[in-house]
């Protein structure tokens, strides 16, 4: 009699915590041209950094809020930090204000969650134990706690350019993140809020909970100015004269396979390989419909393990609309150097009748190239033999393969 039991299928246990990752700044006084988040401290981003840390906190959904229009870039980095996991991560755009932006977010915590966790981005080397402590403070008991530092300077009160006295700093302590509440009490605190405050921990006190405080971490200094931005880097960025490692790491390179298809029939002039083709049908699409850059894209995206073209430059984001193969290849390059990974090579094959690439084709290697920074693709070209939707003159097709490497 076989004694064989089939083993039970894996179920992801339904998450007891969320984090709540506020990303949606715009980074003004950081003065980097960007949103804050999305500005790098090494090689990868200060969200990234962020998430790496979140990513210890176990079996917890995690929710980006990020600046409208800029979901695509956070998603990258949510799936970067959580090795392209999609089942215990999203993001929902942020609102004008920190306060707003949180009331997103608690929006998209699933029903069952018991916990919320609100961590700025902005704090992107905070500790792991930090959310440890904040958790192990709400299972105590307690409706909200949130991470404080003392205090070391002398305070002064001052007016009109007068030192008017001395606080007590033994009274004193500076708040971080993340701040921890009951998820019962957080969202009742969010719906019945008329004031707008500058951190959760005083919404929550507003509604008259009382708020416990644990050990913050000096690491989890908040990065505002560029002098923070320099100090993150030198404490992320290994000092030159430090000790470097002989050992070999074990860093593969990945492999991605992507294809794409437009049909003929779109407006103005035929783009395709990156090059314009005068008086060629042009294809229809969301951008320009050129089937080889896409199909690139996706190979790329895919070797990464970044998701695909829907997720970066689908129709909800108009901002690509009519967007050209350089316009899509140097953001994929970038989004790939976030990642920590280089391009290889690229080699896509077109299947179409027309326009015929022979004359162009080193043309278009080169336009490709350039435009993933000098990374060498290879491209041919058949026809089928008038079988199918290329055969007949209907549309193109590509099919790229694509190489990444760990930098």
Do not use: C
Request: net charge negative; proline share 6%.
């Amino acid at each position: 009699m076989p004694t064989d039991v089939a083993p039970e299928p894996l179920i992801t246990p339904v998450p007891r915590i969320a984090v709540i990752v506020v990303a949606a700044g715009s980074g003004t006084r950081l003065g980097a041209g960007a949103p804050k988040a999305f500005v790098g401290i090494d090689q990868h981003t200060i969200l990234r950094h962020a998430l790496d840390r979140v990513a210890q906190v176990d079996g917890a959904q995690v929710i980006v809020v990020a600046p409208a229009g800029r979901e695509g870039d956070a998603l990258t980095d949510l799936l970067a930090a959580f090795q392209g996991a999609r089942d215990l991560v999203t993001v929902v755009a942020g609102g004008e204000t920190r306060q707003s932006s949180v009331a997103a977010g608690l929006a998209a915590v699933w029903p069952d969650v018991e916990i919320v966790l609100v961590h700025d981005a902005a704090r992107a080397l905070t500790s792991p134990d930090v959310f440890a402590r904040i958790i192990a403070a709400i299972d105590a008991g307690a409706a909200g706690a949130i991470p404080v530092l003392p205090v070391i300077d002398t305070i002064k009160r001052v007016a009109g350019g007068e030192i008017l006295g001395v606080v007590d700093r033994s009274l004193l302590s500076a708040a971080q993140t993340p701040q921890g509440f009951r998820r019962d009490i957080l969202d009742a605190a969010y719906r019945d809020a008329v004031t707008d405050f500058t951190d959760d921990a005083a919404v929550v006190a507003e509604s008259g909970h009382r708020v416990v405080a644990v050990d913050g971490d000096p690491l989890a200094f908040k990065i505002t100015t560029a002098a923070d931005l320099d100090r993150a880097r030198s404490l992320v960025t290994p000092h030159p004269h430090a000790p470097v490692s002989l050992a070999p790491v074990a860093a593969l390179p990945r492999v991605g396979v992507g294809t794409d298809v437009h049909a003929f029939g779109g407006e103005g002039t035929l783009w395709l390989a990156g090059l314009e083709w005068p008086g060629e049908q042009p294809l229809s699409g969301h951008s320009d419909g050129d089937a080889v850059a896409h199909a690139i894209v996706d190979a790329l995206l895919a070797a990464a393990g970044l998701g695909d073209i829907g997720t970066h430059f689908g129709t909800d984001f108009p901002e690509y609309a009519g967007a050209h193969a350089d316009v899509f290849l140097a953001r994929t390059r970038a989004l790939l150097g976030e990642a920590g990974l280089r391009i290889g090579n690229v080699s896509v094959q077109v299947q179409a009748n027309k326009p015929r690439f022979a004359a162009r084709r080193t043309e278009a290697e080169a336009a490709l190239s350039a435009a993933l920074g000098g990374a060498p693709v290879s491209v041919s070209a058949t026809t089928t033999d008038g079988l199918g939707f290329t055969g007949s003159g209907d549309g193109v097709a590509a099919f790229a393969v694509a190489l990444v490497v760990p930098v």
